[in-house]
């Protein structure tokens, strides 16, 4: 099972109309702890950054399942709720689950998550 991380980049970024901007982005990292999460982000960040970055956050993102559809060009993350029925004592139990659903609209992802 994949241990996710969410990690969150700062750094100043060149907009279209030349102007520059300090922006703050969140990239998504497999990783066995924080700290790897960290170093495996700033090499990943490094060709495509110039200048000063820094790190300004780590935290663990619990994802059950990633959904990959080449025609998307973000990410969605869903929480998708299954509803279970005990068949010993007739009740209701709902398990929720985040996914990550890669798609252009959100209409598209919950196609992409349903299919």
């Known amino acids: 099972m994949a241990n996710w ?8 970024k060149i907009l279209e ?3 520059q ?3 703050t982005e969140a990239y998504l990292v497999d990783a066995l702890s924080h700290a790897e999460a960290e170093h495996r982000a700033i090499e990943e ?3 495509f950054i110039s200048g000063e970055f820094e790190i300004v956050g780590v935290k663990r993102m619990k994802l059950t399942d990633l959904f990959f559809n080449d025609s998307g060009d973000r990410y969605y993350k869903s929480k ?3 509803v279970t029925i005990d068949e010993k004592s007739g009740t209701e139990k709902k398990t929720s689950v985040q996914m990550l659903a890669q798609a ?3 209409q598209e992802s919950i196609e992409v998550i349903e299919k």
């Open 104 to 106: 252009s609209t959100l």
């Open 21 to 23: 901007k300090k922006v």
């Open 80 to 82: 998708v709720a299954f």
């Open 5 to 12: 991380y969410e990690v969150k980049a700062s750094y100043d």
């Open 17 to 19: 109309n030349g102007m």
């Open 45 to 47: 960040l490094k060709p």
